[in-house]
């Protein structure tokens, strides 16, 4: 059995063996650490790591991640990805989301999103010659307005980091400097990890499939699948059992955690919803990261939403945040929490759709409004998640009304990327974040309970609480009434990281 030097669990030592075998037959042996050239036509082959909350599923990626690094793989991260090679043997380690990518950053796993493979950067070949130093894959270069004080610091940011567009920010470069434009990823790649998999939908799993022979997802199946999923079922049910393995056990380290001990509860068939709360309730009165609260902290909002399940309920609470925090009906503050509905842009502006897209402004994207660009229609915005998250882009933003209302627009460009408000969230919307605190509106969830809908076997409001509660990483808030605290103060953005470098995106209404 081939172990890494950390001791696993014997679910985890037989998912290990599990993936070892796979990439085995892939001509990569984690025991000797030692890789063949990849076959001209290589088999296809698919397996899936399944658990719940706290069972381990992201310490044996990371492990496994480490192991193949070890053994020669190249990693590749989205932003460049060198030089191709014969005998070169790759991996990525990919998200749905930014969210969830920088979740799997914060434990040195180098992720990137779906997206950043499917679309691949086009650098200008004077600063490829960058990039190529940085990888170790050529000379430190001479490069024409660069010092030498500017590419030692581009080095020293590559070595904390290993982000190319990061390093070249420090150098003094903006995006446009280096980056021509973005294409479709036509040369597959090795080994694909992807976490968080139960909110890939077919398409996507099938995107993944014609571009890694050897792909390994990584799932929780207590979530909720995607909405438009095909019975309701998540794209790992598709596979034979035998391309599964489960993770049962709950380590160590998340054993004392009270918010996964409510997780966990849920699977209990005789827990109904007033036992779940009462056990919330003796979680509260025993540790104080449970909080059964008596209204929604209008604070928290601006950078945690408040989880709901039902759009009415979302559409009500932002508009109270944004009335708690004196917000004008025509125009946003500062600071104000945005999240990206996705690019309105024609095809013949796709360049600059993927210019966007690869900055992070993807559909699901946190952001936080950081006041209007230089252009009308334009806003600077900080990308929650992004390795550069400061970027300044045509901008449509939509407030929702209650009812029927159409929504009103504070400001607009004629296309852009599109925005709702983001004080409140869908728990579906939610799936792949976390953050350090999290408020539940346990009203909504109540409210599914009456229902009675069952999804793939759960009961919905089960797999409704599971999702919310579990994006909690230090502290959980259930709300238990429609109420909402006055702000502490005003609205701020000195909580966010400053590029070096700032970034504008100029897609120009033409």
């Known amino acids: 059995m081939s172990l890494p030097a950390l001791t696993l669990s014997d679910d985890q030592a037989d998912a290990w063996d599990a993936v070892s075998d796979l990439l085995g037959a892939a001509g990569i042996d984690l025991l000797e650490g030692s890789t063949l050239p990849p076959k001209d036509d290589p088999d296809s082959s698919t397996l899936a790591i399944l658990g719940k ?20 793989v190249d ?4 932003d460049w990805e060198g030089r191709k090679r014969r005998d070169r043997r790759t991996l990525a380690i990919l998200a749905p989301t930014n969210k969830a990518a920088s979740v799997l950053r914060t434990r040195g796993v180098p992720a990137t999103t779906i997206h950043r493979i499917l679309y691949t950067p086009v650098y200008d070949p004077e600063y490829e010659k960058i990039a190529e130093w940085l990888a170790g894959q050529g000379d430190k270069p001479e490069i024409e307005g660069l010092t030498d004080v500017a590419l030692d610091r581009a080095y020293d940011s590559f070595q904390k980091n290993t982000s190319v567009p990061a390093a070249l920010a ?7 400097d280096f980056i021509t434009g973005w294409k479709r ?5 090795d080994i694909g990890f992807v976490d968080e998999s139960s909110m890939l939908d077919a398409k996507q799993f099938e995107d993944l499939q014609d571009i890694f022979p050897t792909l390994v997802l990584f799932g ?3 979530q909720l699948p995607p909405v438009k999923a095909e019975g309701g079922k998540m794209v790992f049910d598709t596979l034979p059992e035998s391309r599964q393995r489960v993770l049962s056990r709950v380590h160590r380290q998340t054993a004392d955690n009270p918010i996964l001990d409510l997780a966990h509860a849920l699977a209990d068939p005789a827990v109904d919803f007033y036992a779940f709360e009462k056990l919330v309730a003796e979680a509260a009165e025993k540790d104080d990261r449970v909080v059964m609260a008596q209204r929604v902290e209008s604070d928290l909002m601006a950078r945690s939403p408040c989880l709901v399940w039902r ?26 929490p945005l999240i990206c509905d996705g690019i309105e842009l024609p095809m013949k502006h796709r360049k600059k759709r993927l210019d966007l897209e690869a900055r992070g402004l993807i559909k699901g994207a946190q952001v936080i409004y950081l006041g209007p660009g230089r252009k009308p229609g334009f806003s600077r915005l900080h990308v929650m998640g992004a390795e550069d998250p400061q970027v300044s882009a045509a901008s449509i933003v939509k407030i929702e009304l209650e009812g029927d209302e159409e929504p009103f627009i ?4 004629r296309m852009g990327a599109t925005f709702l408000h983001g004080a ?3 728990i579906h919307k939610a799936q792949g974040s976390q953050w350090d605190t999290v408020q539940v509106f346990a009203p909504d969830i109540y409210a599914a309970s009456r229902m009675g809908r069952v999804e793939a076997g759960q009961p919905l409001w089960k797999r409704l609480a599971y999702v919310a509660i579990t994006r909690a990483e230090n502290r959980l808030c259930w709300v238990v009434r429609n109420r909402l605290a006055r702000p502490s103060g005003l609205l701020s953005t000195d909580d966010l990281r400053a590029p070096s470098v700032p970034l504008e995106l100029t897609v120009e209404e033409t």
């Open 185 to 189: 990823r036509e040369d597959p790649l």
């Open 53 to 72: 909350a706290g069972s381990g599923k992201t310490l044996l990626l990371a492990e496994l991640y480490r192991a193949l690094q070890n053994a020669g």
């Open 220 to 222: 929780d199946p207590a």
């Open 311 to 336: 759009n009415a309920t979302r559409i009500k609470l932002i508009h109270a945040f944004r009335n708690a925090f004196g917000a004008p009906p025509d125009e946003l503050l500062e600071g104000e």
């Open 75 to 78: 990693v590749v991260s989205g």
């Open 424 to 426: 409140a969230v869908t």
């Open 170 to 176: 420090a150098a003094g470069l903006r995006g446009s």
């Open 410 to 413: 504070p400001f607009a460009a």
